[in-house]
């Protein structure tokens, strides 16, 4: 009930956002807008994204900007909600509603252009099933993307958190009381919600790049326990990403690090294309059918097909997110 008032207000603000930015307000824009331009060209050339253009306007990132003194500490520790290899996530209060602040370890022009990336591609996929842009703060380092947060009894839990022993403290609560709860029913219908993000983001023309178990929290919706798809950095339009060129050693390090890319894309034998994100997709089912005692042979054969032919190292074999969500549906009703 609180979780619904508070989803509703987040709402309300958000819609705020939308429609009045707060672009209009800022002292300091000239010295940000020339920081934009500056981003916004070597984001183009950002190592993070393997990109070669971006399709960024300066005025529309402009647009999502949010004043600094908007953005207030959620308590006076510092409230680190989750932290990734390049960004670290904390709580934030917008006129007073809890928040999730991502900031960029990174320098700071790069962090801005990775900022106004990751907003731009947020902003083009609104779905139920993928996390809401609130805005960016672009003005005082450190820069920050804001986004809803999603957490079960106000902790970040990530589906790679559920298959993990050595969580520490609330964290290790929360998932201990979340674990019945998480039957094959739960999620197949979170798997078919992903998949349903997916196909949305593909028919923009939009890649995700980085789908895997811990950029995929959970949260709840009534009693139901649904998964939104976080972190954007590496998404980018299809026809604006190259192949990988990686030396051998490289390689290497990239399958061992990147278990959840596709292994004909680190070999650079495939361009980059939705079906890369179908990989990712599979190694996601795999992972949960592997550490969650599911019957999985309950589950209809042809879903256990085409779960394997995700993981399929020709590409061209490789379901598409519409098929994965027509079989999940199937399986769900029957
Ligand atoms: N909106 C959100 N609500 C709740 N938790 C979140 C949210 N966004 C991110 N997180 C948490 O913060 C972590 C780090 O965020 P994110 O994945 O965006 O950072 P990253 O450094 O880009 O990650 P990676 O190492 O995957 O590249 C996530 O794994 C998740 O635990
Ligand atoms: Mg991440």
Request: glycine share 4%; proline share 3%; charged share 20%.
């Amino acid at each position: 009930m609180k979780d619904n008032k508070q989803t509703n207000l987040q709402y309300l603000i958000i819609m705020g956002f939308c429609v009045f930015p707060y672009n209009r307000q800022t002292k300091d824009s000239q010295t940000r807008l020339l920081l934009l331009k500056q981003s916004v060209k070597s984001s183009r050339t950002s190592s993070r994204c393997i990109v070669e253009k971006t399709p960024t306007s300066q005025g529309f990132v402009e647009s999502l900007n949010i004043p600094p003194a908007v953005i207030q500490k959620f308590s006076e520790s510092e409230d680190v909600i989750g932290e990734g290899r390049y960004g670290t996530c904390t709580k934030v209060l917008i006129h007073g509603i809890v928040a999730c602040a991502k900031s960029l370890k990174v320098s700071s022009r790069s962090s801005m252009s990775a900022i106004a990336h990751e907003a731009t591609i947020l902003s083009r996929v609104r779905h139920p099933h993928i996390c809401f842009l609130i805005g960016i703060q672009v003005t005082k380092e450190p820069f920050q993307l804001i986004t809803s947060l999603y957490s079960i009894e106000g902790v970040s839990i990530t589906v790679y958190d559920t298959f993990s022993m050595n969580t520490v403290g609330v964290k290790k609560h929360v998932i201990k009381s979340l674990h019945p709860s998480l039957t094959l029913q739960v999620w197949l219908f979170l798997m078919k919600n992903l998949a349903e993000a997916l196909q949305f983001i593909h028919s923009k023309g939009i890649v995700d790049r980085d789908l895997k178990s811990d950029n995929v929290v959970l949260t709840k919706l009534g009693d139901s326990t649904r998964g939104i798809l976080v972190d954007f950095g590496k998404s980018n339009y299809v026809d604006k990403v190259s192949r990988y060129k990686l030396s051998e050693k490289e390689k290497q390090q990239y399958r061992q690090d990147h278990k959840h890319i596709a292994p004909d894309l680190v070999d650079g034998v495939s361009d980059i294309t939705t079906a890369c994100d179908m990989y990712s997709y599979g190694h996601l089912f795999k992972s949960i059918i592997q550490y969650f005692p599911l019957a999985i042979e309950s589950i209809e054969i042809s879903l256990q097909k085409d779960i394997k032919k995700c993981l399929k190292y020709d590409c061209m074999q490789r379901p598409s997110a519409k098929q994965m969500v027509e079989l999940l549906n199937s399986t769900l009703d029957s």
